[in-house]
Nanobody, 119 residues
Framework: QVQLVESGGGLVQAGGSLRLSCAASGIIFSIHAMYWYRQAPGKQRDLVATVTSGGSTNYADSVKGRFTISRDNAKNTVYLQMNSLKPEDTAVYYC?????????????WGKGTLVTVSS
């Protein structure tokens, strides 16, 4: 029932831009903190950006000033606007949703979308 579906990945030249989308279903989207992670070949999965249920955002140092995370609760969608892309941004980007309270913890993942940045 729970689905997170990423889209918007593709091939882009260094310096270009892409906007990733993650459409969620089967969850109460508005109460979940949303995250974008990325994983390059042979590397661990790293946190890129966070947006809380209240709209607060945080970014990895490597993407600060270049990436923007946002959410549209009416569309159950979180976005990652990626500007000034670098070859080192090449990775599979994953959407993650988390919610915790005193009695339960929820943690859901999408299947990822590939971003390739050419030099």
């Amino acid at each position: 029932q729970v689905q997170l579906v990423e889209s918007g990945g593709g091939l882009v030249q260094a310096g270009g831009s892409l906007r990733l989308s993650c459409a969620a279903s089967g969850i109460i989207f508005s109460i979940h903190a949303m995250y974008w992670y990325r994983q390059a070949p042979g590397k661990q999965r790293d946190l890129v950006a966070t947006v809380t249920s209240g709209g607060s955002t945080n970014y990895a140092d490597s993407v600060k000033g270049r990436f923007t995370i946002s959410r549209d609760n009416a569309k159950n969608t979180v976005y990652l606007q990626m500007n000034s892309l670098k070859p080192e941004d090449t990775a599979v980007y994953y959407c993650n949703a988390k919610y915790s309270n005193y009695r339960e913890t929820m943690d859901y993942w999408g299947k990822g979308t590939l971003v390739t940045v050419s030099s």
